[in-house]
């Protein structure tokens, strides 16, 4: 892993010193400055692999620098890319299946057994094909899918908002009509307010606005009836319902910022407490939505804050839900919210994907179940992935190297910014200024390699050998840990949100003013 590590850094630095110096002195290489270590031969040999010789630099760098690359891969068909990221990625995930497929040892840490055990049910959820009625006594359980109970779904005592409370408590989407998350503040990083924002649709709004002579929308309109249908729908009814689905997504695309006023996160800043909140968008009992959507752990009053990003649609989504029928809103929710634990399901259900993600992205063939599973492990569980990776993969001296070459390339790069002549003076102080203090992590903190620590984190997650329930608890455990923090004081380089070892990227927060890898 050192080397993985070193590769990214030295390119990273090496772009960034390009973008930052506007000429490069030569220096003649000599047999006392040359490496001629094991891992400097490798790195050569894999440069030479990647070039192509027979163009000149001069006329075609790209194609000199990256030509050899460009022909020796080919996109697999379960893919949507090659790239340098892609193939240390791939080296990480089979040290990963290695680690998480070994047996689990009944002395060991609590801790060190869920990660395997998750991986273990997602892979075992092929032979257990139970999913759909599992999740259908659950949807029971919230009211019903409209789609699927047909005649039989009545919406006389239908309310979104409790529907979205039950779904909380389940473990399944929540962010419908509004996305709720525990944010930094973005003009005090001292503290965190809640954020709430537009949410996100699985097909964009161009491709809405076509409707459905769009390649895209058919090919969700068709997974959409055909996923109803599995569930137990009536063809026909599942038609009409699901038509009537992405019209009221289209109508939501409609009301969303688009991307383009996305991007200014100051001027989307829009922080108020719960009781203003109330005051400009009364549609809602705000106290009642940010307690049950956000917590349980934690109780909202109208003197806390929160920052609505877009009040624009906030304003709008009221206005659309007042005129949308209940059917639809209770079709739009349900559906979402299937779609969002369709990860938990078996291959069955998720080859009804395999259309609609052919026609996004291109890919022809689905990802293999144990690739599927170290992805779900990672993402859902990655502290625990984190600390059996950093104790299986580093070392100390591993990671004493990186964080001297971190400190170095640090240092080299506040001398850059001293001598650059494209900034003025004062852009130059404030640059020197923000890069100075950067905080540097490297490799894991030394947290993912205390027991205690880690069965405390973990004490509350609740295990099931059904990989549906296992997953649902999962999410209402990382739900429930985002909203823990909301009153708590925001602790400079938290070691939780530095946990991700095993993660194939170096990037730079500016919240926290520190880079990490």
Known sequence: MEQVVF??????????????APTTEVTTCTAETTDTSDESKQASAAI????????????????FACG?????KEIPPDDVEVSQFRDINNVVTEQLHQLLKEPIDSDAPRWSKIPKQFFQACVNSEKKNHGIKTMNALLKEVGGWPAVEGAHWSGVDFNWEELIYKFRKHGFLTSQFLATIVDIHLRNSSMRVIAIKQPRTLINRVNLEKGFDDKIVQSYYKFLVDLAVAFGANKDTALAEMKAFIDFMREISQIKLPPEKLRNLTALSNVMT??????????LN?????????????????????DVNMPTYVTNLGILLNKTEKRVLANYVVTLAVESGLQFLSSEIRDLQLELKKARTGVSSVMAKWKECIGAVS?????????????KHFTKEAKANIAKLITDLHEEFIDILKVVDWMDEDTRNEALTKAK?????????????????????YKSLEYSDDYLHLGLNVNKFSWDK???TLFEPVVASDWKQQSISHQVNAFYDSSDNSISK
């Open 7 to 20: 590769l990214f850094v030295t390119c990273a630095f090496v772009l960034l010193s390009a973008a930052a």
């Open 482 to 484: 985002q909203s823990e």
């Open 286 to 306: 705000w106290v009642e939505y940010l307690t049950k959507v956000v917590g349980p752990n934690v109780e909202i009053t109208a003197k806390d804050f929160v």
């Open 379 to 391: 993402s859902h569980l990655n502290i625990g992935t984190a600390a059996l990776y950093a104790r």
């Open 68 to 72: 050899g690359y460009i022909k020796s």
């Open 48 to 63: 030479l692999k990647f070039i192509d010789q027979s163009v000149n630099p001069c006329d075609d760098f790209y194609q």
């Open 274 to 283: 719960v009781e203003q909140l109330q005051k400009q968008f009364p549609y």
């Open 437 to 457: 203090p950067i905080r540097k992590h490297v490799a894991y903190p030394q947290e993912l390699l205390d027991d205690d620590i880690l069965n405390e984190y």
